[in-house]
């Protein structure tokens, strides 16, 4: 695609799949049994590659990325390649030491999972301290001047507490609000299969997140992850449905696919964690990145745009809602779809 100007190009690690929780909506099924990981030298290794191909953010997630104890030196390093991160936590395993790692590291968002009231957040985590420990190591944050803000998971049945989450955020000092529709993925699929908002629900809360951000000001940003079907019918380039520009070879990946995802076994996927396997990149335990993405381009880029195209095609038509779930909508379609196998 033709990435819009000024959009940024993220590159996802999932270090591992260690959690100190075992959540209910966890699309990577991360839990304190789980240890698959990779080693500090594949992730700089690819961190290291992803920059030199135009990627500018790289964002730690997980299972718990605050558990990768070699995640300190991976930040310095980070920083010195010039490109801004994210750490995403549940903010449970915040300390002193940890802090430091991403003070010292400077330039660094940490996005904190928060899944509604107390009560629904121990819930929805499987611990009954969750919500409490989290909220016990938000100053240290604070006094460290470091950006953070939450993420929201949207369910059928929680839009109720929008507006109690956006006081909280605010209270916190938290600088972004960011309001994500659960998606029946990962363990999602067999604890939460009837939870996923419909299109009323995503309707209402589009209005309450709208009406949240009036209110707030300028005093934080409250982002919702749907998408206005005319932005996606006048922005063909920036939703990878148009076709593959004849330079696009000698072009920097970051321009053909953001966000990529590299998960905790090696696998480089695009746009999400578990992303359909018959359009991953392949794993950088078996080959270097410039071999993966050359042999992409070559077998599996236009497939992907043709997925992309029908959805953005359909979005042209008249339609009963404004927007669309554009993610979702490129995740279905591409579990759905029939693609040549590679030789």
Known sequence: MDAPTGTSRIFQVHPLRTCNLRCLHCYSESAPVRQEHLSPEI???AISAAAADGYDVVGFSGGEPLLYEPLGEL?????KLGVRFSVTTNGMLLDERRVGWLRDSGNCLVAISLDGQPES???MRGSARAFESMQDRLPLLREAGIAFGFIFTLTQFNCNELQWVADFAQA????LLQVHPLEVVGRA???LGDAAPDDYELAVAFVETVRLQAEAGDGIVIHFDLLDRDFLAENPAAFFATPRAADAASRPFADAISPLILEA????????????????LGNLRDAPWAELISGWRATREAEFRHVCQGIWEEAREPAEWPFINWYSEVRQRAANWKIPARN
């Open 43 to 45: 992730i700089w290794e």
């Open 75 to 79: 930040l310095a390093a980070t920083r």
């Open 121 to 123: 957040h121990n819930r």
């Open 172 to 175: 916190q000092g938290a600088q």
């Open 189 to 191: 699929q067999e604890s």
């Open 265 to 280: 076994d090696g696998t480089l996927v695009p746009l999400g964690y578990g992303f359909p396997r018959p359009f991953a």
